[in-house]
């Protein structure tokens, strides 16, 4: 065995955009590959296919390179139990579980599947913006919106793998006290693009409206402003439940630099003001790529598991 020749298949499995790669012990990737994903009346990437396909083109760059896929993790934005399984079908149109279809691409390897907002929370706590901290608050702002709690070192999974689900919550009536959806639908990027085509009639995208406000639309302005301060809120009322030691704002629209990041920063300041010493809230230092750096920790946990397993 050359164990430098190993490497795993990290994958982190999105709404919009499938992205994977291939990665070190050391976390170094030596191969990144993304597409976007598929859509259908039923949800994203029907059967799985391109995330098969992904995987697939990974595993043969890796041969070609001379390097073996010693173990796959991936995340995926679903619901996922303590046994890998998605229990939900909000955002894919899956058939059959992805730990299958992703043994048959890499056969006799382990596979571990997350959800992707847990993967994202563990890199942040291992390797970014959490590390040094006894937990976190992991918040994934991006084409939806989900959180995660690690506290104490243990990630808060729920009883049904369920425990991530941020998007739910009410939007707070002083933000808004006509709407009538939950708080992904208001302040995630898809959300923001569905209230300005309500707003205005035009359909664009949350980075185009980004720019706009940039430009000082009004419409733009406010719609953005205005999931800032939602979000904001909601996460004081988080510390007032859990008081995490840090929060950190991730996923794509989460790490931008955009009006809302700036909303969400300002309304938590004014909302947890009164505490003598509220968490920081701080931006996810590995940005959008989280999900994949999580994705490769959990391969390489799944391989270790599978070597310590293995008769000597």
């Known amino acids: 065995m050359e164990p430098e020749k190993d490497v795993v298949l990290a994958l982190d499995v999105g709404g919009t955009k499938l992205a994977g790669a291939l990665v070190d012990d050391r976390l170094e990737v030596l191969w990144y590959a993304e597409s976007p994903t598929p859509r259908s009346p039923q949800g994203g990437d029907p059967a799985l296919a391109a995330t098969a396909a992904l995987a697939e083109d990974?595993?043969?760059?890796?041969?070609?390179?001379?390097?073996?896929?010693?173990?796959?993790?991936?995340?995926?934005?679903?619901?996922?139990?303590?046994?890998?399984?998605?229990?939900?079908?909000?955002?894919?149109?899956?058939t059959e579980q992805p730990c299958d279809a992703l043994a048959a691409v890499c056969p006799g390897v382990p596979v571990a599947i997350e959800s992707d907002v847990r993967c994202g929370a563990i890199a942040e706590w291992r390797h970014g913006a959490g590390k040094g901290h006894p937990g976190l608050f992991y918040v994934a702002l991006g084409t939806g919106l989900s959180a995660v709690a690690i506290v104490d070192g243990i990630v808060v999974r729920g009883a049904r793998g369920e425990a991530i689900a941020l998007g739910e919550w009410d939007v707070p009536a002083r933000v808004d006290a006509t709407w009538t959806g939950g708080l992904e639908s208001f302040v995630s990027g898809r959300g923001i693009e569905h209230r300005y085509a309500q707003l205005t009639g035009a359909e664009v995208s949350t980075r185009e409206i980004a720019?706009?406000?940039?430009?000082?639309?009004?419409?733009?302005?406010?719609?953005l402003?205005?999931?800032?301060?939602?979000?904001?809120?909601?996460?004081?009322?988080?510390?007032?439940?859990l008081d995490p030691p840090v929060l950190v704002l991730g996923g794509g629209l989460g790490s931008a630099d955009t009006l809302v990041r700036k909303a969400v920063r300002e309304s938590y300041a004014a909302r947890t003001r009164r505490r003598p010493n509220p968490p920081p809230l701080v931006t996810a230092a590995l940005g959008p790529r989280a999900g994949l750096v999580g994705g490769a920790l959990v391969a390489l946990a799944a391989r270790s598991d599978s070597r310590s397993d293995s008769p000597a």
């Open 225 to 241: 402003t205005s999931a800032g301060n939602a979000l904001g809120m909601a996460l004081a009322d988080v510390v007032a439940l």
């Open 211 to 223: 720019a706009m406000a940039e430009g000082g639309d009004p419409a733009a302005t406010m719609l």
């Open 58 to 94: 990974l595993r043969s760059h890796a041969g070609r390179r001379g390097r073996r896929v010693q173990g796959v993790g991936a995340g995926f934005p679903e619901y996922v139990d303590d046994k890998g399984r998605l229990t939900s079908r909000e955002v894919l149109a899956w």
